[in-house]
């Protein structure tokens, strides 16, 4: 067996780092292969400015030194311009500022040499611009709100506040139009939000002020304590229909009892409530969905014509520690019959919200 000669083995090395000359990846340094877009998807509410960036790689991602133009595609919706607040100090980095200018979709484009990039620019716009139906809507009652030819509504989306932080309940919603339960609420800008605009890209939606304040009137619907003296409320009686009422405890804490709790106690009901009276022609199926603005402990019930006597007659499945607090789907039989929702536990809310739907 022949011995390898370690004379040789130095020979073969030395030839080999002859041959290979130089930097192996020089030829990836060659100039301008990529643009680096910070962001390369912007979101900027109408009127405000944004800083944008371009960096020039080479295809090792090295940053190289070249002149950029970045030049928008929509300048009424967006304008780009050098931030001379930021020189560049290498020639590879180099700083914009993006203008929001109206709502919509805009495209920059920034160039170096003969290598490109594109951004997106979305431009929010600064309110809800279509309309309402009315600036003082009553309390309890319904109001409109109409799309524009711009922002529309996402049915499954949609959902409403006043001030406050009341929630204003979605009667029913299109892309067109959006009806709402009018809380009790100051006056002020209402928030609507899954509001999507026609420019947007699929799927975005934003939530976005009323331009305009909105101050309901009137009085919510006033119901009673006391079981002879309710006042009668209308339930539907078409299957997929429903009927809302904004209501709220108009009377003092530790207030008349409504059921069968118990006077004011740790272990029972501190007890005022608000009772309303309805009758169905036929035996029919009805929920009762209550929701409030409070960290209180609602619970709702409902009575023969008995009143009192007949109370959780649809077996008190509304009063648990929910909120909304759900009677679910009950027959009830032809007949005079009471809904009411008394206060359990803790603070007292502004608005009380029912909706009772016919399934």
Known sequence: MKRLDFRSVVVVLLAAAGGCKGDPTAD?????????????????????TKPFEVVVRDQQLNPVAADVTVTSLNPSLATVAVDSSVPSADNAHHDFIVTAVAPGVAKLVATAGAVSDTAEVTVFPPAFNGTVSTKTPIAGDTVLFFASALLKFDPTAVSVTAPG???????????ETLAVLTPFAAPGRWTIAGVRAVTYPAGLVVSLQTTDSIAPTGRMWTGDTNYTTAPTIAVPTTAGASTFLITNLEVPANGPRCAEFGPPAPANSIGPCVIYKFTVADTTSLVFTTGWNSTGD???????????????????SGAGSANPEVIKKFKFPAGTHYFVVEQFRGPKPGNIHVEISHP
């Open 298 to 316: 609602m619970d709702t019930y409902t009575c023969d014509d008995t009143g009192l006597p007949g109370c959780f007659e649809d077996g008190g």
């Open 28 to 48: 990836l340094r060659t100039g301008v292969s990529q643009l680096a877009l910070n962001p390369d998807l912007m979101f900027i509410d109408q009127g405000a």
């Open 165 to 175: 932080k009341l929630d204003a309940p979605v009667v029913s919603a299109s892309p």
